[in-house]
């Protein structure tokens, strides 16, 4: 934007943050229909939020992904169409269960938000304004024992702004709000 100016620095990372593990806590994956969700409450800093409010008799749902497979990337792009940011979310599911594969089924074209905890420690929101759809669904059987096998997931969506954080005092506390949106709780 013409007339914008930069406010403020960014200091480097504390020398403990800089070799945090990469990924994503796969037992901390929360889905929500994104119309269920009638607002977000902004936190204490900019960027983030703090609590969803959901519509009645709605609720998230927990997806557990396999170890060490999921990922989140976002990535912006500036130019003159304008700027936004390509969010994706991608893990792998090894449950071949006909429940299971009904629930990916359900999720074909659907507007969801996806919370998700990095490993760093922080849980990212993906698809808050505009949503993020299934885009990817591929199935591996793996070919020799050691292989992978199992459901590669893949949610894609584009936003207007880098993620906002879900941040509620401090890991353990955001970490027991969002079990409060899942019915029933875990």
Sequence with gaps: MAGCKITTGIDPAACGDRFSAAGVSRLDVYFFNKEDITAFTAGANPKEISALVLASTTQGFKVTFNKETSMGAHEG???SNGNYYTETFEGKILDESSATNKAIEDMVDIDLVIIFRSKSGKYYIYGQSSGVKLTGDAFSTGATTGDERGATLTFTGIENARPDEFFDTDI???????????????
């Excluded at 353990?172 to 875990?186: Q, S």
């Design 172 to 186: 353990a506390t955001t970490k027991a709000t969002l079990d409060t949106y899942l019915v029933p709780a875990p």
């Design 77 to 79: 792009t500036f130019d």
